[in-house]
């Protein structure tokens, strides 16, 4: 039962049943009221006409046993009449069944009929008075009491009864008759209802399913129109809107991919909060940088981001503005913007956009520091120049030796300055990517030893065994730009040889790791500090504690070797132990034979 209640067949059903039934009962109860007042009219007027048609018998008839027959055939069935000239006294009668006499005393002695004797006015009356077909039983009657036009002041009464139980049999055929249609009424109604239900229910149903199939994501679902009513509209609008969920679906799916793609492609980290500060969404790099920010601590217990952060996130929820700040995080600098996300008129969160600045810091600083040192490079030749030349203009050198020897110091100075430009100039090229290489195949042993025989008479003037050792097969080959590489030993070992005391040793190493060749420069110097080896290969790294020990140099050497191994597709590195000796290496990749 709940199961049609809860459907649209049964409600419309059962509804359609109610209204019929409503109606049926209100039409029922009205026909039986008319019909009861139509049979008590109906029999009341028949009573009044046959009274009047034997009381005009009787008048006009002096045969009184023909007027008899007369008024027994115009009597109806079950009809008596009785016929009194005098009060209480019955002249004529006619009786169809038991209890005549009993019945024509109560009639001839009701008071209420008494007054027709004197006057034209017609009684009619309900009695009760026994059965004409049972001896113990009483019914009720229907009396009329009509006068007999004499002309005279005291005249005559026509009584005519007739019993209840005529007109109720009839009533109740006709209250069968009534409730027997009513019941076919009903049924038939039933039967359309039902019919009618299913029809206009059928693509209802259709279409409730296609919305469920809708709800599960199959969007290629299309109920069928097979009318131009209302329904029919629904439908078409139905398969209407299906496409348009499929088309619009389509879009967000394409922009939430394209928005998905952005985020994962950004270089920033992007997060998102909810209005009570749990995360909604975040980007690859915002992920690592949580996870790194976890791993050192720096998240308090329970809290999503930092709390310089959390004070901002603070901010933009409580103020609904924007803000902007640049704070540095574990030693890394962050500039941060923060906005808020609003669905409606209210606030739903913020988003959150960290730029990492570490870079541009450190940028800054190399800047900062180069224009420190390419100035601290150059004031000290350019002061010696200004000096000397500004003494040779005021003929201060007494003799033709010490003008010699200032021309020589000037031009000593020019040319510092000149190997100071170009070194700049290279890297600059080299950190570019400007310099183009030259790369042909080479045997590598027989390239690094003719490179490390160059040095033999510098190596003997300053005191120093330089030696070359190699692991290498002879054919080991590599391609290279033989020029820059050149470049980079020379650097190597001049620095290895200024650094290395009389009586030491330098040794040039040639060895093969794998796919890759090492270049080794071994010596026996003076090394360098643990808290300096991060800092060789940048510029001017002469000018530091560990490596200056007043020799010549532009302290560019170092950075310009380490930008030709890598446009080589190698690797630079050292190995030091202060006090020591310090091993300067390269790799480059071998030919693939």
Known sequence: MNRIWNSVVGKLWITILLLVSFVLFIVTVLLLEFLGNYHSETVEETLNKEAATIARIFNDHGNLEISLNIIDDILGPETNAVIAEVPYESTYYLHDGMNGEEIRE??????????V?????????????????????MESYIVLASPLQTGEEMHGTVFIYQSLEVMDRTAERTTNIVFLSAFIALLLTTFFAFFLSSRITSPLRKMRE?????????????????SKDEIGQLATAFNQMGSQLKHHLEVISQEKEQLSSILTSMADAVITFNQDKTVLLSNPPAEKLIEYWGLKKTIPEGK?????LLHMLDHVLHFEEEIEEELEIEGAYYAISFSPLYSGE??????????NMTEQHKLEKLREDFIANVSHELRTPIAMLQGYSEA???DVGASEDERREMTKIIYEESQRMGRLVTDLLNLARLESGQMRL????????NVIERMTLKFTQAAKEAGVDLSFETEMDDWTAAELDEDRIEQVMTNLIDNALRHTPGGG??????????NFAKISVNDTGSGISDEDKAFVFERFYKADKARTLGKGGTGLGLAIASNIVKAHDGVIDVESEFGKGTSFYFLLPLKKM
């Open 505 to 514: 040793k330098v040794i040039v190493r040639a060895q093969q790791q794998n």
């Open 438 to 445: 030259y790369k042909d195949v080479v045997q590598l042993n």
């Open 304 to 308: 999503p981001l930092p709390v310089e």
């Open 117 to 137: 004797f004197e006057s034209d006015e017609t009684v009619m009356k309900e009695m009760l008075m026994p059965a004409l077909t049972d001896e113990d039983r």
């Open 392 to 394: 040779l203009m005021d």
């Open 106 to 115: 109560r009639i001839l002695n009701e008071p209420a009929f008494q007054k």
């Open 210 to 226: 296609g919305a469920f199939e809708l709800a599960k994501g199959n969007f290629d679902t299309r109920v069928r129109s097979t």
């Open 346 to 355: 209210s606030i739903r969160g913020a988003v959150a956009v960290l730029h």
